[in-house]
């Protein structure tokens, strides 16, 4: 596998075998989890959250094709833009591997993955998306 580095630091990590784990965080008073990773829980305010890695499995909720593409994006298109409901609780906005909304519906399993995509110099940069995935 040629060189790559993440879009962003700090958001996912690659586990190496397709899929990849969100870097969330886990409220050690409320127990609820977030996303992206921070010390303060956004929904108690308590300030001694822990380390936690969301994902892979989810369910999508909504879900469109994007057309166009965004400035600077070298990538294909249409591509799939949506929102799906990790097993955590948490709910995620990110790219979908699958550019037809046909070919999706609400409450279809969806697996986190790693994706490979050209930053705006060309620079091969890998992110995070959602593809269908099996029942169960
Ligand atoms: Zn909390």
């Known amino acids: 596998m040629s060189a790559s580095r993440p879009v962003r630091d700090g958001l996912f990590r690659d586990c190496g075998d397709g899929t990849a784990r969100l870097l969330g965080a886990r409220c ?3 127990a609820r989890y977030h996303f992206p990773r921070a010390e303060v829980c956004p929904y108690c305010s308590c300030d001694s959250c822990s380390a936690a890695d969301l994902g892979p499995r989810g369910r999508l909720w909504l879900y469109t094709a994007v057309l166009r ?3 600077g994006y070298r990538g294909v298109v249409p591509f799939g833009f949506g929102v799906v409901d990790l097993e955590e609780g948490v709910r995620i906005v990110a790219r979908l591997t699958e550019g037809d909304p046909a070919r999706l519906r609400s409450g279809q399993p969806m697996l986190l993955v790693v ?3 050209h930053d705006d ?3 091969r940069v890998e992110t995070y998306a959602f593809a269908a995935a099996e029942e169960g």
Do not use: F, I, K
Request: aromatic share 0%; proline share 25%.
């Open 69 to 71: 593409p965004p400035p």
């Open 115 to 117: 994706e490979h995509l």
């Open 121 to 123: 110099d060309g620079t």
């Open 28 to 30: 050690a008073d409320c």
